[in-house]
């Protein structure tokens, strides 16, 4: 048993690792979510609003962002029509927990694991603003492709890049790579 806890002891530490800052982080963000009342939009989905219309503003579009009057999230509307909404997890948070505990499991130095984990979350989630506010365009101008941009492309897209900056990581910084 101990020869093998030896041979493992890296997969076995990655894997602890992993698994102690998910739950952890999600935990964390669990107890954030729980203190807002369930007809509320939490603050980081509401800065997310806020910022995916200051975006389209700044290439002139007519956008408003506002609180539903019948649930927990914002909505979208373009040329004074309702596109789409934006619920909690449309934030990214998620996603940024994901890379987080990829990156702390594979950790390098202290500054560069830091330094990487916060140019990360502030990519993930300019890019996640970049991928509403074109998401918005989109389904105005073909609603039919409703399935291919929110469940297929975009998707795609969010999670293909936290799998490049994964592989960045593990090859340019972290303490394997060469």
């Known amino acids: 048993m101990k020869k093998y806890l030896a041979q493992f002891k890296p997969f076995l530490i990655f894997i602890g690792t992993f698994f102690a800052a998910y739950i952890a982080l999600t935990l964390l963000y669990k107890f954030y979510l729980n203190s807002f009342k369930a007809d509320e939009v939490d603050g980081i989905t509401n800065l997310v609003g806020r910022n995916v219309e200051q975006l389209l503003h700044a290439f002139n579009f007519d956008i408003k962002v506002q609180k539903s009057l019948s649930g927990s999230w914002l909505e979208v509307l373009y040329n004074n029509y309702y596109i789409v909404r934006i619920i909690e997890g449309c934030n990214a948070v998620s996603v940024i927990i994901l890379f987080i505990a990829f990156v702390l ?48 492309l975009f998707p795609l897209i969010i999670y293909g890049t936290v799998f490049i900056l994964w592989i960045i990581w593990v090859n340019k910084f972290s303490k394997y790579a060469k």
């Open 105 to 152: 499991a594979f950790s390098g130095k202290f500054k560069v694991t830091l330094y990487y984990i916060l140019f990360g979350i502030v990519f993930i989630y300019l890019l996640n603003i970049a991928r509403i506010a074109l998401l918005t365009i989109l389904l105005f101008h073909f609603p039919e492709k409703n399935h291919l941009l929110h469940g297929v």
